[in-house]
């Protein structure tokens, strides 16, 4: 059964810090992850969509990337602003494409 | 551009009762995914569908219907509410299977 793990649970850092956001999953036979935004009382934005076959993806200041052997990928923030304040989490597909596994986030405060 | 609509935003019931929560898009998207959100536990997915007339079970469907009669709803059913059931609720859909999932804002949904 796929598992995903994000740490840390929660990060604070000043304005302007580069960060780096970490997600693992027990299963490597993915074929794709997805990295989303999420704001307080609000939906999931997709942020990034890694396809197994690529090793990373970039949006901006955001740049994801994937390692499928070690079952990890890394969500890249440049140069944070408040603004990037929200939970972030990242998914995989399970045994079946639609049913994705979900981390439970990374809640980021980035303060001014 | 309304995207994924999701309604009520907000609903109480007692234990026994019963309700439909409804989800539409305007995307023309085949794959529909319903999850419920709860603190510690992350995303599950309840229910899912890859097209009209399609639905299958995700990893917490007990206390749930849907069904998928045109590809733009799929309304989630609670048979008999139940306490557990408080929680907050998400519809997604996409193009397909490897697209990112589009997410409404969610039902908060509280069973007294």
Redesign the interface.
Known sequence: KQEVTQIPAALSVPEGENLVLNCSFTDSAIYNLQWFRQDPGKGLTSLLLIQSSQREQTSGRLNASLDKSSGRSTLYIAASQPGDSATYLCAVPNTGFQKLVFGTGTRLLVSP | NAG?TQTPKFQVLKTGQSMTLQCAQDMNHE?M?W?RQDP??????IH?S?GAGIT?Q??VPNGYNVSRSTTEDFPLRLLSAAPSQTSVY?C?SSPN??????????TRLSIL
């Open positions: 994924v794959y995914s999850y510690g536990m992350g995303l599950r997915l899912y890859v299958d995700g990893e998400f997604a299977s490897n697209q990112p999932q589009h997410f409404g804002d969610g």
